[in-house]
């Protein structure tokens, strides 16, 4: 599976959050270490504010703050919330119709490929992040 740009800017973010002791991340500080650029990186912010994992705090001392317990928050979440998952359930093949009715030539091999991926975006928090101990499931 391939992520989009959105989704592993997200990703990226969430990370690096989780991963920092600061307790409130500003937008120019995100930019500059995680080189994002800086309107990708408010919209995408606006976001994840809308969806409830982040919060921003106005004023001199503001930022963003996760808003959420990063055991809570999974990768399905994510990635639901910047972009849609439904992206991911397309035909490998790049077919508009393609349905176990009615097949393209990869569908039966994929099918159980993208349950996978799909079960461990569901299963895997934000939280793994941390310290980069994904359970198995």
């Known amino acids: 599976m391939r992520l ?7 990703l990226r973010v969430l990370s690096y959050m989780v991963n920092s002791d ?4 500003t937008a120019k500080k995100l930019v500059e270490t995680l080189d994002v650029p800086d ?6 912010m606006t976001d994840m ?9 106005q004023g001199r001392i503001g930022g963003y703050v996760l808003a959420k ?15 849609g998952i439904e992206k991911y359930n ?12 009615n ?5 039966k091999s ?4 993208r349950k996978q991926e799909l079960e461990f975006l569901s299963k895997t928090s934000i939280s793994t992040l941390k310290d980069g101990t994904i359970r198995k499931f």
């Open 4 to 10: 989009s740009k959105t989704s592993e800017y997200a």
């Open 22 to 25: 600061q307790q409130v991340f």
């Open 39 to 44: 309107k990708y990186l408010r919209r995408l």
């Open 49 to 57: 504010s809308k969806k409830g994992f982040i919060r921003s705090i």
């Open 69 to 83: 317990s990063a055991d809570t928050l999974f990768l399905i979440d994510v990635i639901d919330a910047v972009e």
């Open 90 to 101: 397309g035909c490998i093949m790049g077919h508009d119709k393609c349905s176990d009715s």
């Open 103 to 107: 097949p393209c030539s990869l569908h």
């Open 110 to 113: 994929y099918i159980p490929l």
